[in-house]
C-alpha cells in the first residue's frame, strides 16, 4: 500500500524558506512522477512542482519558478521541496502525490489532480506579511 508522509510546514515571515518532506513507502517508485500540489482555503487544489524518480527530471508552476526547487533522495525514497523568498500568497496545505507509473501515464508531464493516484495527508504552510 502506497504511504505518502508529508512534514516540514509552518508559520513563517514573508522572505523566508522553509522546507517540505514528502517520505514515500509501499512500492517502487522508479518509474512514477511525485508531485506537490497546494490547496488555498476557498481555493482548487493546485499543481505546484513535480520530479521523475528516475532519471529526475523537474518542472514548476509559473507561480514558483525561480523560488521553489523540488528534489528527491532516492536512497531515503524521499521527496523535498524547498521553497524560498516564501510570499503570503504562498500560504496553503501543501500535499504530496504521486501519479500510477508509466504504463498508465497519457501525459509526460501531468499536472493536473486527475492525473495523481496516491495522496498525503497534507501539511500547512502560512506565510505571514
Known amino acids: 500500500q502506497v504511504q505518502l508522509v508529508e512534514s516540514g510546514g509552518g508559520l513563517v515571515q514573508a522572505g523566508d524558506s522553509l522546507r517540505l518532506s514528502c517520505a514515500a513507502s509501499g512500492r517502487t517508485f522508479s518509474d512514477h512522477i511525485l508531485g506537490w500540489f497546494r490547496q488555498a482555503p476557498g481555493k482548487e487544489r493546485e499543481f505546484v512542482a513535480a520530479?521523475?524518480?528516475?532519471?529526475?527530471?523537474?518542472y514548476y508552476a509559473d507561480s514558483v519558478k525561480g523560488r521553489f526547487t523540488i528534489s528527491r533522495d532516492i536512497a531515503k525514497n524521499t521527496v523535498y521541496l524547498q521553497m524560498n523568498s516564501l510570499k503570503p500568497e504562498d500560504t496553503a496545505v501543501y500535499y504530496c502525490a504521486s501519479d500510477r507509473g508509466g504504463s498508465f501515464r497519457f501525459n509526460p508531464r501531468p499536472t493536473r489532480y486527475s492525473e495523481f493516484r496516491y495522496w498525503g495527508q497534507g501539511t500547512q504552510v502560512a506565510v505571514a506579511s
Open positions: 520530479i521523475s524518480w528516475s532519471p529526475g527530471s523537474t
